[in-house]
């Protein structure tokens, strides 16, 4: 598996990392527990950890030295990926598949299969002209750089993974992939993490947190695509139209600012609406403890711009925890709606504030509807996730026997490569690593 501009060991909620680093650590943990054993390769930052280390029987992360050995933005990472895949074409020992994850990666997939002669997967998370379709009022868009990297690794992968079906429409649609070549694979969630515990008052005790108070929780990247401008706007109505809410309100925001523009001003604008006195902003925090931040809320917001899943609905709804959210890319594949949380279309943060006064005034549906979250989530499992996409994997692998329905792109790129060691210096070795970047 691939991983250039962020590593699987990363915190979530910090910086780049996120529910993808998430879906790679608990992917490779379940394919090792069903037999297959996962390389995970990064780049070193400098931070100081070792080259390789053993995530789990079978699963191990490996840092290949490209570029500089420190956090760069996302704007630099493109002019890695051809020192990424040349350092990693150096690895002496022998793969039969790459899986990709992120643009960047599958740039280097491309590379690094076509140097291999082995089928590259490759899957997306987020999809420039998606999230460009859904930007906040001032937010940047993804740039034309990303999205001809998107439509490259799409022609060339030999399989693409979609989290939904919604996100494997994106892919045909948008990025012309060819139908037979998708496959939508639900990602699971950790139960072994996630689950109710010992109850929300609990949960409540451990964290400091009134026990009658009303929480609703955002956990996630602070940045405009994941709104919690939304969320801050909603409290603010929500205080306007039911002010005897202020006395027992809470609103925890756990999460890291994420980007590499300003911050997102969350505390401003609450100060700015007159809601800082129940906002709590707080860092992210490991898995176990995140757990009991969902167990000790009354709702999980998550007013999304664009989701591919939202692995964060999924782990709070195995804690027992509602979940009110955008209508978006995969949270309606997350979230049933009306029976384990409620989905809301647009961002408009008044139809929050509803929600939200619907979630303080029923207390016991809102408890009915966590009891339905937690069935709902066990029935999304990584080992389920695994199993699916180790199917994927050997449609990949026996498309490239021969009689095999091979991608034509995919088999291209290999075959422009075909018998030229890269790392020799041979003639032509450099044109034909270029053209597989233009």
């Given at each position: ?5 962020t590593?699987?060991l ?16 608990q ?6 527990e069903?037999?297959v054993?996962?390389?995970?390769f ?5 931070e ?6 053993v ?5 191990r ?6 570029g ?18 040349l350092?990693?074409?150096k690895e002496?020992?022998?793969y ?8 960047l ?6 590379i690094?299969?076509?140097g291999?002669?082995?089928?590259l997967?490759?899957?997306?998370h987020?999809?420039?002209r ?5 930007l906040?009022?001032?937010d ?6 990303r ?14 993974i979609?989290?939904?079906?919604d996100?494997?429409?994106?892919l ?7 139908a037979?070549?998708?496959d939508v694979?639900r990602p ?6 996630f ?9 409540r005790?451990r964290l400091g947190?009134?026990t009658?108070?009303?929480i ?6 602070i940045?405009p695509l ?13 205080l306007?139209?039911?002010p005897?809410?202020?006395g027992?309100?809470?609103?925890p925001?756990v999460?890291?600012?994420s ?6 001003g969350?505390?401003d604008?609450a ?6 006195d129940?906002?709590r ?7 176990q ?6 167990r ?5 917001v998550m007013?999304?711009?664009s ?7 999924l ?5 027992g ?6 209508a ?12 384990t949380g ?15 006064r ?6 016991e549906?809102?408890?009915s ?5 937690v069935?709902?989530?066990?029935g999304l ?15 990949a ?20 490569l075909?018998g ?6 041979r ?5 034909s690593?270029?053209?597989l970047?233009?």
């Amino acid at each position: 598996m691939l991983s250039v501009h962020t590593s699987p060991l990363h915190q979530p909620g910090t910086g780049d990392a996120g529910g993808m680093n998430v879906y790679m650590v608990q992917l490779s943990r379940a394919l090792a527990e069903q037999g297959v054993e996962v390389d995970l390769f990064t780049r070193c930052r400098g931070e100081g950890g070792p080259s390789l280390v053993v995530l789990a029987p079978g699963v191990r992360v490996r840092h290949l030295n490209a570029g500089p050995r420190a956090a760069l933005p996302k704007e630099d990472m493109p002019g890695l990926v051809v020192p990424f895949s040349l350092a990693l074409l150096k690895e002496r020992r022998r793969y039969d598949l790459i899986h990709s994850h992120y643009w960047l990666s599958g740039q280097a997939g491309r590379i690094a299969a076509a140097g291999w002669g082995i089928p590259l997967v490759h899957t997306a998370h987020t999809l420039a002209r998606v999230k460009n379709a859904a930007l906040a009022d001032g937010d940047t868009p993804e740039p034309e750089l990303r999205i001809r990297g998107e439509q490259q690794v799409t022609a060339s992968a030999d399989r693409l993974i979609a989290n939904t079906a919604d996100e494997a429409g994106a892919l045909r649609d948008l990025y012309g992939a060819s139908a037979p070549r998708v496959d939508v694979v639900r990602p699971g969630v950790d139960l072994d993490t996630f689950h109710p515990g010992d109850g929300k008052a609990a949960a409540r005790a451990r964290l400091g947190l009134p026990t009658r108070a009303f929480i609703p929780l955002y956990a996630g990247r602070i940045q405009p695509l994941k709104g919690p401008d939304v969320l801050v706007g909603a409290v603010a109505e929500l205080l306007r139209t039911a002010p005897a809410l202020r006395g027992r309100l809470v609103v925890p925001v756990v999460g890291g600012h994420s980007g590499a523009g300003p911050s997102s001003g969350i505390p401003d604008l609450a100060r700015e609406l007159g809601v800082a006195d129940v906002l709590r902003c707080l860092p992210p925090v490991p898995q176990q403890e995140l757990a009991d931040w969902y167990r000790a809320a009354d709702v999980l917001v998550m007013p999304s711009r664009s989701e591919s899943f939202g692995l964060v609905a999924l782990e709070a709804q195995a804690c027992g925890t509602p979940v009110l959210a955008a209508a978006v890319g995969g949270l309606p594949t997350a979230v049933w709606d009306g029976v384990t949380g409620v989905l809301v279309p647009g961002h408009d943060p008044v139809d929050y504030a509803c929600g939200l006064r619907w979630f303080a005034e029923h207390p016991e549906a809102a408890e009915s509807m966590g009891e339905a979250a937690v069935r709902h989530a066990r029935g999304l499992s990584w080992r389920a996730a695994a199993a699916r996409t180790l199917e994927v994997y050997r449609g990949a692998l026996r498309a490239e026997q021969p009689g095999g329905n091979a991608n034509e792109a995919g088999a291209t790129a290999r075959s422009c490569l075909s018998g030229v060691p890269l790392l020799e210096g041979r003639e032509g070795r450099n044109t034909s690593l270029t053209s597989l970047l233009v």
